[in-house]
């Protein structure tokens, strides 16, 4: 099944493409890819369009953190407005969609995105983005714990967490790296109750698994002992010697052998879809909406390559392009705020960065 939205300013690409790309970037290169790192001004549609032909294609992670329909200016700590979320109901559906169905163009074969929004209108972005990339390439919905839990007086319940939908561009072909997250430390104590002398928590599995094996080494006699019935040795009988030798079994008071596994050597655990990754107040960042940058490591290490382009079309201050340099990974950034490219062109400086920075001068 395929859902649809209906709303007014619905466009195709083509008529997206008819309305918008009228203008030029001030002083554009011939070819944005040679340095790696470009930061353009101005409204992202017409410089999306713009850059459509040279980058269709060649870009493996999108993350964005759009307006959320709120209705609302957004401020810094010294209430001077940083950008204006006023787009509410069909409108904000429709800014939202112009940008998504050319994103989309953008993305490689191996390529995937994350749309970062609030819950509100989550799920209009969710059939929404089901429409543009096909619902089987919906990889997840995250659910991303932002804050502390606070009391509201509204009769509802409290709002702490947003979402972030993940989509490929291709289900499967998608770059995942599996990353894995370490054991916290009750997580260590529950799972790993025995402490070793010299090599700390640790705890034992069996030797054996089911199945029985009437032929072959898995099945035969160790140490003088037979497999239990219906089952079969998990090693061959080298291996249960090499582990004896090497201290990696231990032996019960009635002699049953089990494996010894230290904390130290599990590789971690599988990251699910709910994610604490608590913003920081305006006393403690540069920019409202300023995104927690572990969040943006997270994603950016699982879905791309080093090397690897990353676009944020929504960049703000820059928080995503900045983690994309420290992971060697190359990237496009694009804001109309004036204190967000004030903000990243500061960082830009502070890093000694050679960034082609372009403004969008409409026709």
Sequence with gaps: MKAKLDFEG??????????????????????????GRAYFMGDNLPILLHLLPQLKGKIDLIYIDPPFGTGQPFVDIHQEQAYSDQLEGDAFLAFLWKRLIVLREFLSEQGSIYVHIDKKVGHYVRVMLDEIFGPTNHINDLTRIKCNPKNFSRKAYGNFSDMILFYAKNRDQHIWNDLTEPLREEEVQQLFPRIHPTHGPYTTHPLHAPGETRSG?????????????????????????????????????????????????????????????KDKGLSYVDYPTQKNHDLLQRIILNSSHENSWIMDAFAGSGGTLWVAESLKRKWIGMDQSPMAINLANKQIEKLQLEVESRTWNPS
């Design 10 to 35: 619905k466009l195709s690409l083509d008529e997206i493409y008819a309305q918008h790309h009228n203008g030029q970037l001030e002083g554009a290169p011939e070819n944005i890819l040679d340095k």
């Design 217 to 277: 080494d898995t099945g035969q006699e160790w140490k003088g002992l037979m497999p239990p019935p219906g089952r079969h040795w998990r090693f061959s009988r080298e291996e249960l010697d090499r582990l004896e030798a090497a201290g990696r079994i231990e032996w019960s008071s009635t002699g049953n052998p089990r494996k010894i596994v230290f904390a130290k050597d599990h590789k971690g655990k599988k990251i699910q879809d709910v994610w604490t990754f």
